[in-house]
């Protein structure tokens, strides 16, 4: 690990982290144009494998893949590095906002800057979409698989059991019906249980006071246990703030969602928010480090068993189960995404000039993300 290894790394990361917005399928869509595409520091399939671990562990997707990529091209202090220079830019513009809240009563709108990006970052994740789908629906049984989570997550189905549904059944395909091997029982070891343990420690006590420690130990609860998307996050603060402990409304934690949508980097700074609601900086402070200290041991841990993991015959059919699924439900988000952003012919015509820039001549998708949000404050003007 070279100083210049670790530098290069944290400054993507950081530049992520003030560009990327549109949520964890756009966040992995730029980084793997950073790190596969134009730097070439791993390759797809590689790719496509770190995001099968982080799959299997709980916290925010997104960061603690650019986690991995830090360890992967700088060892400790890059996992270190990245993932806190990932992390910093939204949690301090999400902190701004928090100050405005409390001090104004409100947020900015913020609706004239993602107008003019969130075309340009569906654009992005369809490029990833058609990239990554290339490495990994490698077999028929493995498209299918990819094909069935899309269409089951449009339907509604939970995207984590599809995403343990994806893994089980290619699995089974490779393990049971293709080779007839039957991996015994010992086999399977679930270190990840441990969170689920963990949470037993904050139990339903009822409304208490505000102390700085509660606050620490219940986001540091939600960091261990929380697998899936902003949505599910949105459900914790619901459960944990606004009726366990009484401290934030119904508008509150609605307030602080709605800054999550419109900022760069991971969703979970909401938190960020909700502990300068509660508890001022300190409590932001706390919040912060609280929800994402878990990534860095998660991480630390995981990517340490990846090449030990390899070389269990059961693992890589697991992984290539993972793989699809994931893949299945970018696909079925960049559907969910397109709705909201092709509205009307400006982001139509970005949308498809973005798309073409990419294809075409491999525009950074930090320079197309700036150019929407300056083309949509324009449009503003002109209009």
Known sequence: MTKSALRSVVLVAFKLGCIAFGGPAAHIAMLRQEVVERRRWV?????????????LI???NSTELVMHIGRERAGIKGLIGAGAAFILPAAFITLFFAWLYVTYGTTSEGEWLLRGIKPVVLAVVMQAIWNLGKTAFKTLPLTIIGALVFVLYLLGGNEILLLFGGALVAFLIQRIL????????????????MPGAFSLVLANTGAVPY????????????????YGSGYVLIA?????????LAWL?????????AVGQFTP?????????????????????????????????FVGIAHALIDRLMGLTWVRPLLDGINVAAVGLMAAVAVILARDAVVDVMTAVL?????????????????????????????????
Do not use: C, H
Not at 43 to 55: H, K
Not at 211 to 226: D, E, M, N, P, Y
Not at 277 to 292: E, H, R
Not at 356 to 379: C, D, E, H, Q, T
């Open 178 to 193: 293709v080779s007839g091997n039957r991996p015994s029982a010992s086999s399977f070891v679930v270190p990840f249980l």
């Open 249 to 257: 409304s119904e508008k509150q934690l609605l307030d602080a969602v």
């Open 265 to 297: 980097g991971p969703v979970f700074t909401t938190a960020t928010f909700v502990g300068y609601i509660v508890g001022g900086f300190p409590g932001a402070v706390l919040a912060t480090l609280g929800i994402f200290l878990p990534a860095f041991i």
């Open 211 to 226: 102390t700085a420690l509660r606050l620490f130990l219940t986001f540091l609860k939600i960091g261990s246990v929380l």
């Open 236 to 244: 914790f603060l619901q459960n944990d703030f606004v009726e366990r």
């Open 351 to 383: 949308f498809l000039a973005a798309l073409a820039l990419l294809i075409r001549y491999k525009v950074n998708s930090a320079v197309l993300v700036a150019a929407g949000a300056v083309i949509s404050l324009f449009w503003e003007f002109l209009l």
């Open 43 to 55: 390759e797809d399939q590689r790719f496509l494998d770190l995001m099968g671990i982080t799959n």
């Open 58 to 60: 709980p916290g925010p």
